[in-house]
C-alpha cells in the first residue's frame, strides 16, 4: 500500500513560494535538478530543512520514478496508478457538467516520501489530457493548491514542467510566483530560452498573473570549459534575451556517475553534486528571500 500523509493535514502558517523549473529544450538536467534541489532542501540543511512539495508536470514523469525508487515502499503501477492518484486527476474532463468542479483534497493527490518531502506523482495520461482539456483547466492547478491551502503547509511547491507548450506548461506557471531555467551549454541553447521568454510573454500578457524570472542555472557543466565551450558560452550571454536574465554564479557539474546510476538517479547520493546543489540552494532560497524585484 502506498504511504498516506499524516492526517490531520497540518496548517503551519507558512507562506510557501511556488516555483516551476523549465525550459523549451529537452536534455538540459531540468528534472535532476529539480529533483536534486527538492530532496537537498527537504533532508541535507541541517536543522533548517524546509517542507517541501515536488509537483511532477512532466509526462515522462521522470521525477516521480527518481524519488519512489529512493523514498517510496510500495508499486506506483499497483498502488498508486490505479487509483490516479496523480496529476492526471486535475486534468480530467468532467463527466457530468451539471455539478461544480471541486478540487481533490491533498489526501487524493499526494504522496509522503518523508515527513519533509511529499510529491504529486507525474503520469503518462498527461500526454492524452493535453488533447483533450479544455483551456478553462489552466486554472485548476493554481486552484488546487489555494484550496487546499498549500501555501501554508509547504515552505516551497516545485513544479517540474515539460519541455513542450502543453496546456499543463501553462497550468504549473500560472500557478507559480517564479520560474528557473536549467541550461545546458550548447549551441543550440539560446533556441529553447526564446521559446520560453514567448510563450511566458503571451501568458502573462493574456492573463492577470506576476511571474518572475529567479534566473537560470548551468547544469552538468564541466569544471574546467574547453576553448569551444568558452566561446558558446559566451555567445549565448551576449544574446538579448540573456542578458535580461539573472545568471546563477552556482551550477550543476558534470558528474558522471549519475548518468551511469551507480547510487540511483537523485544527485544528493553524490558527493560532488551534494556540494553543488548546496550552493545552488543558497542562492535560490537568498534570491526569493531578498526579492527578484529588489535587483
Known amino acids: 500500500m502506498y504511504q498516506q500523509i499524516e492526517l490531520p493535514f497540518e496548517k503551519r502558517g507558512k507562506n510557501g513560494k511556488i516555483v516551476s523549473f523549465i525550459n523549451m529544450k529537452g536534455g538540459?538536467?531540468?528534472?535532476?535538478l529539480s529533483v536534486g534541489v527538492a530532496d537537498f532542501l527537504a533532508h541535507y540543511r541541517g536543522d533548517t530543512n524546509l517542507k517541501v512539495l515536488i509537483i511532477d508536470a512532466d509526462p515522462q514523469f521522470n521525477a516521480t520514478q527518481a524519488l519512489l525508487d529512493s523514498y517510496y515502499e510500495g508499486d506506483y503501477f499497483k498502488d498508486i496508478l490505479p487509483v490516479e492518484k496523480t496529476i492526471n486527476k486535475l486534468f480530467k474532463p468532467q463527466v457530468q457538467f451539471s455539478q461544480q468542479y471541486q478540487s481533490p483534497s491533498p489526501?487524493?493527490?499526494i504522496?509522503?516520501?518523508?515527513?519533509n518531502l511529499h510529491i504529486v506523482c507525474g503520469d503518462l495520461s498527461l500526454v492524452l489530457a493535453n488533447k483533450s482539456s479544455d483551456y478553462t483547466h489552466i486554472k485548476r492547478l493554481k486552484r488546487f493548491i489555494k484550496d487546499n491551502s498549500l501555501r501554508e503547509i509547504y515552505d516551497l511547491i516545485i513544479i517540474d514542467c515539460p519541455p513542450t507548450l502543453t496546456i499543463y506548461t501553462d497550468s504549473a506557471l500560472f500557478a507559480s510566483d517564479y520560474y528557473l531555467i536549467p541550461n545546458r551549454i550548447d549551441r543550440y541553447s539560446i533556441i529553447g530560452i526564446s521559446s520560453l521568454q514567448k510563450a511566458i510573454g503571451n501568458l502573462t500578457g493574456e492573463e492577470d498573473i506576476n511571474l518572475e524570472c529567479l534566473g537560470l542555472i548551468y547544469t552538468i557543466l564541466d569544471d574546467e570549459l574547453t576553448q569551444k565551450q568558452q566561446e558558446m558560452k559566451d555567445s549565448f550571454e551576449a544574446k538579448e534575451e540573456v542578458q535580461q536574465i539573472y545568471i546563477f554564479t552556482s551550477y550543476t557539474s558534470n558528474v558522471k556517475d549519475i548518468q551511469v546510476g551507480k547510487q540511483g538517479p537523485i544527485p544528493t547520493r553524490y558527493k560532488k553534486s551534494r556540494e553543488d546543489l548546496e550552493d545552488i540552494c543558497a542562492e535560490l532560497i537568498d534570491r526569493i528571500e531578498q526579492g527578484v524585484s529588489d535587483e
Open 107 to 109: 489526501e487524493e493527490m
Open 111 to 115: 504522496i509522503q516520501l518523508s515527513s
Open 28 to 32: 538540459v538536467g531540468k528534472t535532476t
